[in-house]
């Protein structure tokens, strides 16, 4: 049988079992015009529509992780950036107040005669107001209170000691927490709940939500 002719017949075989017009041209080194016109009445099997199946399923999870890896290595680069820059940045008392001035006003309450008053549920954000306020003024520490929001499935000793270690305050200094209804058929995993951070002092609570205030004015 002429070689040809044994292409033709391969061709059409590979085309029944779900191989592309690609895969084809490149196994028998033909054109891929070529390859199309000789399987184009190919029925392909069934188990040729599952192989077809699952390398377009391989195809888009390649495709998923080539992303996820392009964006981790734009993100890095975006990582290494931001290092480099607050590398240059000589933060002081001045650049702490203001940070915490703009943390208190988006994310506290503006009652200044109630105090400081902060709430959220990122240890980290938490931790950095706190950063911020502490090394901006002189504080007494006693004033500080801390109020959990949790859910009816948190252990409240747990959490306490989680968020005593987050803020660097005193479980003494927990009051009573609030905690949420929950039916129990969604639950956050790994989610600490939220806490509102109060510091007793109307005057200083005034003075960070008026420089924001003015900030905001400023540069708005």
Known sequence: MPRLIQK???????????????????ILKISKSTASIWVREVKISKRGLQRIQKKRQLG????????????????????????KFLAKVQLDKKY????????????G????????????????LIKSFLFFLRNSFDLDEKKFR??????????????KLFWSKITKIPPSQFTKPYLKANTGKRMKINYPGCVKIKYYDAALARRLLILAE??????S
């Open 214 to 219: 003015e900030i905001f004015k400023k540069y």
């Open 109 to 124: 309450g503006k009652d200044a005669q109630a105090g400081i008053s902060f709430i959220n549920s990122d240890p980290a």
């Open 60 to 83: 888009h999870l390649k495709a998923r992780e080539t992303k996820a890896l392009k964006r981790q290595k734009m993100l890095n680069e975006l990582r290494k950036e931001a290092n």
């Open 96 to 107: 702490f107040r203001v940070l915490c001035a703009i943390l208190l006003y988006c994310e």
């Open 8 to 26: 033709y017949f391969k061709a059409q075989k590979l085309r029944k079992e779900g191989f592309s017009i690609r895969e084809i041209a490149e």
């Open 146 to 159: 801390v109020v959990m929001h949790l859910h009816e499935y948190h252990s409240i000793p747990k959490q």
